[in-house]
């Protein structure tokens, strides 16, 4: 019977894994931390440990190093490219200090040394960078799928790589735009990273009914953003409006009580 290959992929978690009787196949791997950050200038060099599991009790996994760029897409999604597409790609920066192959038998762990070594020439100005690494499977484990057909199962986790430099930190969100959406019954915000930092921090909104006196919390949101990202979010309500006029109140939380970015929305629900 024809092999066909099963290829996992999940990112920014701190293991990857699958577990199934109709597979019949355990493998995974760890991978900790799930981000590593370097603060260094130009022509300096850092390097950070990165420990590497086998979480399976059964089977020895042959490991490669690689190397990949990301950025977030409007929406906060992890959109994963080609090594140096980015303009603000550092992945010709990096180097494995043991060399990019593993083996490590069921159970075993091994650190890997990644050096990252910072340009002489670059300006101070680009402040950010940042990079994917990636811990793949290199021999896949027989399996059957839920039908009974024989499948290859492998699996790969990858880790974020940033680094900054030294000038001062800022860390500037402003919201440029609000709307109600009565069709989807939601919040719609518009905001931009103005600082010079990857900044993350928490969203909250509420909705006062001014008409009833009511107010509705609509919960809180995560939120990631790099520098000069520009990101949406919609914020549904869980339940229909009453008539009445409301007023949407939205912050952004992205440090201590002195860091807040808020804006309100006044409309009419009919």
């Given at each position: 019977?024809?092999?066909r290959?099963?290829?996992?992929?999940?990112?920014?978690?701190?293991?990857?894994?699958?577990?199934?009787?109709?597979?019949?196949?355990?493998?995974?791997?760890?991978?900790s931390?799930?981000?590593?950050?370097?603060?260094?200038?130009?022509?300096?060099?850092?390097?950070?440990?990165?420990?590497?599991?086998n979480?399976?009790?059964?089977?020895?996994?042959?490991?490669?190093?690689?190397?990949?760029?990301?950025?977030?897409?409007?929406?906060?999604?992890?959109?994963?490219?080609?090594?140096?597409?980015?303009?603000?790609?550092?992945?010709s920066?990096?180097?494995?200090?043991?060399?990019?192959?593993?083996?490590?038998?069921?159970?075993?762990?091994?650190?890997?040394?990644?050096?990252?070594?910072v340009?002489?020439?670059?300006?101070?100005s680009?402040?950010?960078?940042?990079?994917?690494l990636?811990?793949?499977?290199?021999?896949?484990?027989?399996?059957?799928?839920?039908?009974?057909?024989?499948?290859?199962?492998?699996?790969?986790?990858?880790?974020?790589?940033?680094?900054?430099?030294?000038?001062?930190?800022?860390?500037?969100?402003?919201?440029?735009?609000?709307?109600?959406?009565?069709?989807?019954?939601?919040?719609?915000?518009?905001f931009?990273?103005?600082?010079?930092?990857?900044t993350?921090g928490?969203?909250?909104?509420?909705?006062?009914?001014?008409?009833?006196?009511?107010?509705?919390?609509?919960?809180?949101?995560?939120?990631?953003?790099?520098?000069?990202?520009?990101?949406k979010?919609?914020?549904?309500?869980a339940e229909?409006?009453e008539?009445?006029?409301?007023?949407?109140?939205?912050?952004?939380?992205?440090?201590?009580?002195?860091?807040?970015?808020?804006?309100?929305?006044?409309?009419?629900?009919?």
């Amino acid at each position: 019977m024809r092999c066909r290959e099963l290829f996992l992929s999940l990112f920014l978690m701190g293991m990857v894994s699958i577990f199934s009787p109709l597979l019949r196949a355990q493998v995974g791997v760890s991978v900790s931390p799930p981000r590593v950050y370097y603060t260094l200038d130009p022509a300096e060099s850092g390097t950070q440990r990165i420990l590497v599991t086998n979480i399976s009790k059964q089977h020895s996994m042959d490991l490669s190093i690689t190397f990949g760029d990301w950025k977030y897409d409007d929406y906060g999604n992890n959109i994963m490219l080609p090594p140096d597409t980015l303009e603000n790609s550092c992945v010709s920066w990096l180097s494995v200090v043991n060399g990019t192959y593993l083996t490590l038998a069921p159970g075993e762990s091994k650190e890997i040394e990644l050096t990252m070594t910072v340009p002489f020439g670059i300006n101070a100005s680009e402040n950010v960078q940042t990079a994917m690494l990636y811990v793949t499977q290199m021999n896949p484990v027989d399996g059957v799928d839920a039908k009974g057909a024989a499948i290859k199962i492998n699996v790969r986790q990858g880790i974020k790589v940033y680094r900054r430099g030294a000038i001062p930190e800022k860390k500037q969100l402003e919201i440029v735009e609000m709307s109600y959406n009565k069709e989807n019954n939601s919040v719609g915000l518009g905001f931009k990273n103005n600082g010079n930092v990857w900044t993350n921090g928490l969203l909250s909104a509420t909705l006062f009914n001014s008409s009833t006196g009511k107010e509705m919390d609509l919960g809180k949101i995560d939120f990631y953003t790099m520098p000069s990202d520009y990101r949406k979010v919609i914020i549904h309500a869980a339940e229909p409006l009453e008539k009445g006029t409301y007023i949407a109140t939205v912050i952004l939380d992205y440090g201590d009580d002195s860091v807040l970015e808020a804006a309100e929305l006044e409309f009419s629900y009919e």
